[in-house]
């Protein structure tokens, strides 16, 4: 038996009252979800370990099995693992977005998604007048980038950018936790406000507010951490031979990683509603001939649900269904050997909250031969019934992988 996790990237939601109070899972239209929870079993699962904030990171590593409280060390290192930046002792690594400030107002965590190649130049002028033995930046992909301090003390409280939309910037700004990494803090709250100074009149922002664009005039560093300790997810579950992530987004490859999957490149997946879905449904397809086991991971909804976007992150469900899972599905459903498929979310991104949320979310199973529920659709209501129950911690990969 073969595995693949389909994974919509924040695709849960809460019920919108401007659809008849349906939550976007039931309103959309998504005949394969429903089709495979119908004909499987289905569930809810938390992915946020009590005491952890609600981001991807730390919802995608559950979802993969790992024990939270002993290998979670933040988004930067998963992040640096990525793009190949091999971290050494004592190094703490950030995600460091370039995000839109407005006058005192923290306008979006991604700058009105700058491309890649604009923010490289962002980067590498901020290395030239930023950069020490300590302190590198790196660039990553869209808005989400790195940054490496030597020596620096994690112990620190970081608000991730998405959370504070709107919201004025400097109250949110890094706390210490406890005195001893209170250097650390003032270092990083300098770079904040150095950044903003030298990205203000940066060519690349002036040619984008001539379009109408939003400027890329701060960096917001968030998440540190070491390099972490994970086991590879062969070692946890034998019947993992080889596998594979697909993925537009460096955080999820990072798991990747350390997790010991091949990172497999699609041309055109962006993370946004306009990703190549029928190329990462290929490339999955073409994995799944090679190895036992693939992750899939499909960022879009996650952005819409940020944007508040209603009409767009239904767009990105039904793109979901129709462009990744029917052709999965259609292509793997009649193969000598049998191919075991999950659908979930990491977690959810209410439109009305435009953050991540902790609450449970819903997944279905199916195989040939499973022993289906009385669940016939697929979303955070009719789950909630279903043959599994609620699931957390490691409990939902154990019961995928032992099929």
Not at 72 to 88: D, F, K, N, P, T
Not at 371 to 383: N, R
Request: proline share 6%; glycine share 8%.
């Amino acid at each position: 038996m073969k595995h693949i996790i389909i994974l919509g990237d924040g695709m849960a939601d809460w019920a919108v009252p401007a659809l008849g109070n349906k939550t976007l899972l039931q309103y959309a239209e998504t005949p394969y979800m429903n089709l495979l929870a119908r004909m499987g079993r289905t569930g809810m699962l938390k992915t946020v370990a009590d005491g952890f904030h609600p981001g991807s990171e730390v919802a995608n590593m559950s979802v993969m099995g790992y024990d939270l409280y002993k290998v979670y060390e933040g988004r930067g290192v998963l992040e640096a693992a990525s793009i190949g930046v091999e971290l050494e002792p004592g190094d703490m690594a950030m995600r460091c977005n370039i995000i839109c400030v407005e006058g005192e107002t923290l306008k979006n965590h991604s700058a009105g998604h700058i491309t890649t190649e604009e923010a490289n130049e962002l980067i590498q002028f901020l290395n030239q007048h930023l950069a020490t033995e300590r302190i590198r930046f790196y660039t990553g992909v869209q808005y989400r980038h790195l940054l490496v301090i030597k020596g620096g003390d994690k112990r620190v409280s970081c608000v991730p950018p998405h959370d504070i939309p709107m919201q004025p910037f400097r109250q949110n700004m890094v706390k210490a936790d406890c005195p001893e990494a209170q250097s650390t803090a003032e270092l990083l709250n300098t770079l904040i406000l150095k950044s903003q100074e030298l990205l203000a009149t940066h060519p690349v922002n002036l040619k984008r507010v001539s379009e109408g664009k939003d400027p890329a005039n701060s960096i917001w560093p968030w998440s540190p951490g070491y390099r972490p300790k994970m086991e590879l997810l062969s070692q946890k579950y034998p019947a993992i031979r080889s596998g594979a992530v697909i993925t537009a987004v460096d955080l999820i490859r990072g798991i990747g990683h350390y997790a010991g999957l091949q990172c497999i490149d699609v041309e055109g997946a962006t993370g946004l509603y306009t990703t190549n879905y029928e190329g990462k449904a290929q490339a999955a397809i073409e994995a799944l001939k090679e190895n036992d086991f693939v992750y899939l991971h499909v960022e879009a909804s996650d952005e819409a649900g940020h944007e508040g976007n209603i009409d767009l992150k239904l767009k990105t469900i039904e793109y979901l269904d129709k462009r990744a899972i029917k052709p999965i599905y259609e292509a793997i459903k009649n193969w000598d050997e049998p191919v075991a498929i999950a659908v979930l979310p990491d977690h959810p991104t209410p439109c009305e909250h435009r953050t991540h949320t902790a609450e449970p979310v819903p997944f279905l199973i199916y195989y040939p031969g499973i022993e289906p529920d009385e669940v016939q659709c697929y979303d955070e209501v009719a789950c909630r019934q279903g043959g599994y129950g609620t699931l957390e911690k490691d409990q939902f990969m154990n019961e995928f992988m032992k099929i």
